[in-house]
């Protein structure tokens, strides 16, 4: 029961930070707006384009814009500072080591071929 709500409270917390209430809202307007203009016996084309064009708006259109537009945007997010590194005076210089040797390639895969396992292989039943 608690792990039930809590993962419809994180739904819901996850629904409100990304904004999809506001698209979930909209289509509701969008979905009334043109079942509205359907019945009033306009064709399918006029309706969509009336729906859709943004200068015919419905209450809950006007009022779901006004909502976004009073939306406080987030502070949480810092601005963005350019990086300074200071000047260096002095020049890099890269020595290499007085002696350089690879190391053996010891290569375990390879050896591990020709060894015989340590048992033999398990039987079936009916062999």
């Known amino acids: 029961m608690f792990a039930r709500v809590g993962r419809i409270l ?4 996850l ?7 506001w698209a979930a809202l909209q289509t509701v307007a969008w979905t009334t707006m043109l079942a509205a203009n359907l ?8 309706a969509v384009s009336e729906t859709f064009d943004g200068r015919h708006l419905c209450p809950l259109c006007r009022a779901i814009a006004a909502a976004k537009k009073s939306e406080k945007k987030s ?8 990086m300074e590194f ?3 005076t002095g ?8 002696q350089f040797e690879l190391p053996p390639q010891n290569n375990c895969f390879a ?3 020709f060894l015989k396992p340590p048992l033999q292989p398990p ?5």
């Open 10 to 13: 994180i739904i819901a917390s």
């Open 15 to 21: 629904v409100v930070m990304t904004g999809a209430h």
């Open 39 to 46: 019945s009033s016996q306009q064709s399918v084309a006029e």
């Open 75 to 82: 502070e949480a997010v810092a601005p963005t500072m350019k």
């Open 86 to 88: 200071p000047l260096v």
């Open 91 to 98: 020049k890099i210089i890269l020595f290499s080591p007085a």
């Open 111 to 113: 050896k591990s071929f």
């Open 123 to 127: 039987r079936g039943f009916f062999v």
